[in-house]
């Protein structure tokens, strides 16, 4: 198995949140980062050792971060597939592989990828030519049911690009709408709740997992993540089966996270495979011995993977812009809290629902983290000043 040591140059496609704590990860091991964003002191720009300014198609830049990095990663899904391939067509390893982005990037092709593979979906219809709503998922026609959401299948994130529509009629009013964009439509789900599991696969096929996440979403953003889920552990035992089984038929090498919905009967169904690390494993920095940023460094790099060993149960909350001021005040409130731990992303336009930062709460029980974290939430607040 090649390794690459400290001292190698770890190149990460995008400049995000998700690349600045690869990167705040990946320092104190002695790697140097260079990132590829369009945007000039990306989040994780200000911390790399170095940041291509470029568009992610510019296969020019690809080139120049080809030649500049020994190994490579993405922290944003929707990289350009065709720079992806060339960066690999240079000799660079990019974990994980233009392959796995090529379905990972698509949800038709991801849903389909996981029914291929055994696993539950929502019941979900692809729409064809000329709004054309053709069977697909096992759902027949006059199986599947309304409400439905109607996803764009490429470029959709955080809820962005979905419509909830009542019957087909308002479906081909959107889809008419839209010419050119290809769509999929899934049943509702009406779970009981939302879990997540992130893991990791080493480049000789160690896999390790961290403990599963209960998350809520508002407006399809995600709010907060309790640590560990409440749930059976004959659900989380099936949610690591799944992780594992994704994995392994990608021959995937990197961290990864499955977003799943549980239903009444304690059946899970996948929403989502993020084929990086998760902001609903953000709470495994300040929660875990090893969190899933120290992991990617050690799958990208062929080390030996490490056991996360979860210290404290927690509740993680995004911090999100709302459009009334770039300011946030009430950090330093936030801050006078025990066992309260708070990230910035180091962004300076505070757009409404942009991901701005984030807290993690420990506390003695899930619901004791919970509960402070949202009594405490309330004391930060965007201003002009
Ligand atoms: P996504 O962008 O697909 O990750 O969706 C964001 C959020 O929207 C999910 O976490 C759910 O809360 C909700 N959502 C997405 N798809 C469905 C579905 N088929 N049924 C019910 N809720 C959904």
């Given amino acids: 198995m090649k390794s690459f040591l400290p001292g190698s140059t770890i190149g990460i496609l995008g400049g995000g949140q998700l690349g600045r704590m690869l990167a705040i990860a990946a320092k104190p091991m002695g790697y140097k980062i260079l990132t590829l964003d369009p945007a000039e ?168 997992t961290y403990p599963v996440g209960e998350n809520v979403h508002k407006n399809g953003i995600l709010d907060t993540t309790v640590v560990p889920a409440g749930i059976d552990l004959k659900v989380a035992t099936e949610a690591e089966k799944i992780i594992k089984k994704i994995a392994l038929k990608f021959d995937y090498v990197g961290v990864l996270c499955i977003e799943m919905f549980l239903l009444n009967d304690g059946k899970l169904l996948v929403n989502e495979i993020a084929p990086r690390t998760h902001n609903s494993g953000h709470y495994s920095i300040d929660a875990c011995e090893f969190s899933q ?50 990230h910035l992303y180091g962004k300076t336009d505070a757009r409404k629902a942009r991901k701005m930062g984030h807290f993690t709460v420990l506390a003695k029980t899930p619901k004791a983290a919970f509960e402070k974290a949202n009594k405490i939430r309330k004391y930060l607040k965007w201003a002009k000043k």
């Fill in 41 to 208: 002191n990306s989040p994780c720009g200000q911390v790399a050792d170095w940041q291509i300014v470029a568009k992610f198609s510019d296969l020019t830049a690809a080139l120049q971060f080809a030649k500049k990095c020994d190994v490579a990663t993405i922290e944003f899904e929707n990289v350009d597939a065709k720079a992806v391939e060339l960066i690999e067509k240079q000799g660079i390893l990019v974990r994980p592989s233009s392959a796995v982005l090529h379905v990972t990037q698509n949800r038709l092709r991801q849903k389909e990828f996981l029914r291929g593979i055994g696993i539950g979906t929502a019941n979900f219809r692809k729409i064809g030519k000329g709004s054309k709503i053709e069977s697909s998922g096992g759902a027949k026609k006059a199986d599947f049911k309304y409400p439905a959401i109607l996803k764009t299948s490429s470029l959709g994130y955080d809820g962005k690009g979905q419509w909830i529509c009542k019957n087909e009629g308002e479906v081909k009013k959107i889809v008419l709408k839209n010419p050119g964009m290809e769509f999929i439509l899934e049943e509702k789900v009406n779970f009981a709740r939302e879990i997540s599991i992130v893991g990791a696969r080493g480049a000789d096929g160690e896999f390790v």
């Fill in 293 to 342: 940023f120290e992991q990617q460094v050690r799958a990208v790099c062929g080390l030996k993977l490490e056991e996360p060993d979860l210290q404290s149960t927690c509740c993680m909350v995004n911090i999100l812009g709302d459009g009334s001021g770039n300011v946030l005040k009430g950090s330093e409130k936030l801050l006078q809290e025990k066992n309260v731990f708070l």
